[in-house]
């Protein structure tokens, strides 16, 4: 079982920048990779960006150029940096992990204003 807790979240200006961490604990191990995705107000959970275990990544198009995911100095910790926010990119943003099993944390919320 792997538990996820994601911060960093809160309200930025337009063209401002973030930095969210997902620190896992439990059976991290097991990790295969790591990942975060949003959901904004009526819409479904999408996609933001992966990381492998190898360093291997992938993007949203609408984040690519702007958003960098990266693991952290711990090993069970992974980064989403937020450069040039957009009004667009406000939602409740989840850490995901896959290995034995998938999980998710509770998500952390980002407000973009105009």
């Known amino acids: 079982q792997v538990q996820l807790v994601e911060s960093g979240g809160g309200l930025v200006q337009a063209g401002g920048s973030l930095r969210l961490s997902c620190v896992a604990s439990?059976?991290?191990?097991?990790?295969?990779?790591m990942g975060w995705y949003r959901q904004a107000l009526g819409k479904q959970r999408e996609l933001v960006a992966i990381?492998?275990?190898?360093?291997?990544?992938n993007y949203a198009n609408s984040v690519k150029c702007r958003f960098t995911i990266s693991r952290g100095n711990a090993k069970n910790t992974v980064n989403l940096q937020m450069n040039s926010l957009k009004p667009e990119d406000t939602a409740v943003y989840f850490c995901?992990?896959?290995?034995?099993?998938?999980?998710w944390g509770q998500g952390t919320q980002v407000t973009v204003s105009s």
């Open positions: 990381i492998t275990n190898s360093g291997n990544t």
């Open positions: 995901n992990a896959r290995g034995v099993e998938t999980s």
């Open positions: 439990g059976n991290i191990f097991m990790i295969n990779l």
